[in-house]
């Protein structure tokens, strides 16, 4: 596996629990946690243009912000870290394969989190209904 995607990959879990922290344990706020960490990722590219490859300059704060989205989700609704940390590796999966499809358009990387956090909230729905088949 590729070094570049590994580092992507956990870029998008960091950035999805780090703006989960942010909004809810130091009460920042659902778009100032975002926003902040979208303005961290874009300012390190835009400081240190040389220090990554031209791939990870272009990917790396595209999915940093985006991955953010899911950490604005509301400690009511998702709780878990690990799940958190999922969504993230779920939305970046997305935006990889669909990067394509949204190119030109508005609202691809808040569609692709959005879906990605869903995802993530089915899972112990689909759990809870197997096993209960399964008893």
């Not at 879990?13 to 946690?33: D, E, H, P, Q």
């Not at 993230?88 to 990067?99: K, R």
């Amino acid at each position: 596996m590729n070094i570049e995607l590994v580092l992507v990959f956990c870029s998008g879990c960091f950035s999805a629990i780090l703006t989960y922290v942010l909004n809810n344990k130091l009460n920042l706020g659902a778009v100032r946690a975002s926003a902040l960490v979208g303005c961290l990722a874009g300012g390190f590219v835009l400081l240190f243009p040389h220090v990554m490859s031209d791939y990870l300059t272009h990917t790396l704060p595209l999915v940093f912000f985006g991955a953010s989205f899911i950490g604005m989700v509301s400690s009511e609704v998702l709780s878990n870290y690990f799940l958190i940390a999922l969504s993230g590796g779920i939305f970046t999966c997305l935006f990889l394969n669909s990067s394509r499809l949204f190119h030109g358009f508005g609202g691809g990387l808040g569609i692709a989190a959005c879906v990605a956090l869903l995802i993530t909230l089915a899972i112990p729905v689909i759990v809870n209904k197997v096993r209960s088949k399964t008893k």
